[in-house]
């Protein structure tokens, strides 16, 4: 991990994650809640789930991650050969977290 910052708090941590060759935008608003892993859809940064956040607030552990080239994070040599954005939290110390994901799928009508 590069680059990261703690609040004067202590309770949120901000940082560049390497994943492959790029990193990855990350933070962590640590604490002893439940962990939940946010990941983002098309071109949503981590932006996107600070409602979501906000709402449930304490009693969980919140851990959003910008994609490659999305947000905070740096481009990508090889976008075809990426592992999935959530490889981005394995360095931060969490145990069975929840995943939360936002995507646009096509659906087809038959």
Known sequence: MTKNTTSSTGSKWTGMVP????????????????????????????????????????????ITCDERARGRSKRSGHPGAERPPHNAVEDRPVIQPGLLEHRLQEQRLE
């Open 19 to 62: 994943v492959d060759d790029t990193a990855l935008a990350v933070t962590d608003t640590d604490g002893p809640g439940i962990p939940m892993v946010y990941l983002n859809g098309q071109f949503a940064t981590q932006g996107y789930w600070r409602r979501v956040i906000t709402e449930l607030d304490t009693g969980w552990r919140h």
